[in-house]
Nanobody, 121 residues
Framework: QVQLIESGGGLVQTGGSLRLSCAVS????????MGWFRRTPGKAREFVAA????????YYADSAKGRFTISRDNAKNLVFLQMNNLKPEDTAVYYC??????????????WGQGTQVTVSS
């Protein structure tokens, strides 16, 4: 069993920054990818970024490129999402996930409870 606990969400003004953290516990063998997704009311869950534990390869949605940075600390089993130049359209609940794939939520087996990010205009 794998547990994921997100933290770091909050309220920020347009142009501000937030750093989300995801604490990972349990057996992650066979789950090479860690991803961040987000969801707003009435919309499907949206891929934001992903990283692999082994090589640190990173993947970003177009909306995140140039503004968000995903990183990991293998020793501490932590995954981060640094979000800069935030926009109101980034407002969502952000979820951390562990899985075998990168881009699609169906490839992620374990999910955190989510952390709210609100960007005021």
């Amino acid at each position: 069993q794998v547990q994921l606990i997100e933290s770091g969400g909050g309220l920020v003004q347009t142009g501000g920054s937030l750093r989300l953290s995801c604490a990972v516990s349990g057996r992650t063998e066979g789950l090479p990818a860690m991803g961040w997704f987000r969801r707003t009311p009435g919309k499907a869950r949206e891929f934001v970024a992903a990283i692999t534990w082994s090589h640190g390869s990173t993947y970003y949605a177009d909306s995140a490129k140039g503004r968000f940075t995903i990183s990991r600390d293998n020793a501490k089993n932590l995954v981060f999402l640094q979000m800069n130049n935030l926009k109101p359209e980034d407002t969502a609940v952000y979820y951390c996930a562990a899985g075998i794939g990168v881009w699609y939520s169906v490839n992620y087996e374990y999910w955190g409870q989510g952390t709210q990010v609100t960007v005021s205009s």
